[in-house]
């Protein structure tokens, strides 16, 4: 088998030429990181799930007019994406109160925001990805005025769809992380949804224990991260029988650990 071209390696995936001209493959890793890679672990079996849950995620937000880097899941692990040039900016929306918000703002954690929050940051991980104003991305042409329209509409569409199909399974979209990019068609581009979305970049809450069933669990040493990420992959219709059988009931999870 020849050995195909790798394009970029991230903390959690890693990007390889594609079969065609304008498309790649994005392979999901077990890497787990957080902190700005000051804390670094495995999550075992955490690409498989992510690569089914965006594909999962993607598809659904494609039937809704979304419009989306993802073409084709092609294995366990990897998925057939468009190449895009990546806005340099991490597009976050909250809609309660958690992490770096509660830390910078003393906001007790899960206070249900008034309204929906979108912070931007700049993807620079030598800079610790610092948050940004719209003045920032205007001043040193990140993104033009009109994309910035474009991604924050798209944003807000994602996030009133995602709380519905979140709501939907028991589970509280407390907040999440999007990436966009451009798509270059001649010499115009228009911005579309890329990177991934899965419990890495997101906050979900079991809605009646309020257990957390994303990254936090590994951010914060919480355990069982296997698990929680299954479970929502369970809950949202994406693993066979067999492999549900396989899934270890949360609550008999906690019983052995003895919580
Ligand atoms: P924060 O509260 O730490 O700012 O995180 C907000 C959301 O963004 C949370 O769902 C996790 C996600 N996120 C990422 O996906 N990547 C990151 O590097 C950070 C800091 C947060
Ligand atoms: N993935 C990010 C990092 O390692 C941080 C996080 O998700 O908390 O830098």
């Given amino acids: 088998m020849s050995r195909r071209r790798m394009i970029y390696e991230g903390k ?31 999550i075992s ?6 690569n089914r ?30 190449q895009v040039e990546i806005v340099p900016i991490e597009v976050v929306v909250r809609n309660v109160a958690a992490g770096s918000l509660s830390t910078r703002l003393g906001i007790e954690e899960g206070t249900q925001l008034p309204r929906t929050i979108i912070e931007y940051y700049y993807k620079d991980d030598a800079l610790g990805d610092p948050m ?28 009133d769809f995602l709380c519905g199909l979140f709501a939907g399974i028991g589970v509280r ?11 270059w068609e001649n010499e115009y581009s228009r911005v579309i ?6 419990p890495d ?24 991260e ?8 369970r809950r949202l219709g994406l693993l066979k029988e067999g492999e549900a059988n396989m899934v270890l009931d949360l609550d008999s999870h906690r019983k052995m650990r003895g919580k």
């Avoid at 498309?23 to 804390?39: G, H, M, S």
């Avoid at 079996?45 to 992510?50: A, I, P, S, Y």
């Avoid at 937000?61 to 092609?74: A, K, M, S, V």
Wanted: aromatic residues 10%; contains cysteine.
């Fill in 12 to 42: 959690a995936k890693i990007l390889y030429e594609g079969p065609e001209p304008g498309t790649l493959i994005q392979y999901f890793k077990d890497d787990a990181t957080a902190f700005n890679a000051q804390k670094r672990g495995t």
């Fill in 45 to 50: 079996g955490k690409g498989v799930l992510n």
């Fill in 53 to 82: 849950i965006s594909e999962h995620i993607f598809t659904l937000l494609g039937t809704i007019g979304i419009p989306t880097h993802f073409l084709r899941r092609l294995n366990m692990r990897e998925q057939l994406i468009r």
């Fill in 132 to 159: 940004i104003a719209d003045e920032h991305i205007a001043c040193f042409g990140w993104a033009s005025q009109e994309e910035m329209n474009d991604i924050a509409d798209m944003a807000i569409r994602i996030n």
């Fill in 173 to 183: 979209l407390v907040d999440f992380k999007l990436e966009f990019g451009r798509l």
């Fill in 193 to 198: 949804l890329a990177d991934e979305i899965s």
């Fill in 201 to 224: 970049g997101c906050r979900l809450w079991d809605m009646s224990s309020g257990e957390k069933l994303d990254k936090d669990r590994f951010r914060r040493d919480l355990g069982g």
């Fill in 226 to 233: 296997a698990e929680a990420y299954q479970e929502v992959a």
